[in-house]
């Protein structure tokens, strides 16, 4: 399983953007369908975006469409999630997950790997 560690969370005002990136150490993140959630306290894990192994296609939730961007640079094993044009209520917890499957299915349940989370707070 592939070892994550996330960083770029902290506090943000409202219209502002921020960069999370994921390093993973083990296998090429290629080789890995990696994906993004974010968890607000009291709430559910929800899925924000992900990029599939090999092709790199990438999908997202119709909440963060148009303004959150996932990426994925092979040569530092890293995936990113830029946030622009961030809202209060993109605060929360923000997790990457991988899984070696080659499925855009955002079930939280299919990623074996999750790193420890990273918060992001966005100011009215």
């Known amino acids: 399983q592939a070892q994550l560690v996330e960083s770029g969370g902290g506090l943000v005002q409202a219209g502002g953007s921020l960069r999370l990136s994921c390093a993973a150490s083990?296998?090429?993140?290629?080789?890995?369908?990696v994906g993004w959630f974010r968890q607000a306290p009291g709430r559910e894990r929800d899925f924000v975006a992900l990029?599939?192994?090999?092709?790199?296609?990438?999908y997202y939730a119709d909440s963060v469409k148009g303004r959150f961007t996932i990426s994925r640079d092979n040569a530092k094993n890293t995936v990113y999630l830029q946030m622009n044009s961030l809202k209060p209520e993109d605060t929360a917890v923000y997790y990457c997950?991988?899984?070696?499957?080659?499925?855009?299915?955002?079930?939280?349940?299919?990623?074996?790997?999750w790193g420890q989370g990273t918060q992001v707070t966005v100011s009215s």
């Open positions: 990029v599939l192994r090999g092709s790199g296609s990438t």
């Open positions: 083990g296998r090429p993140f290629l080789s890995y369908t």
């Open positions: 997950a991988a899984h070696g499957y080659y499925s855009s299915d955002p079930d939280p349940s299919l990623f074996r790997s």
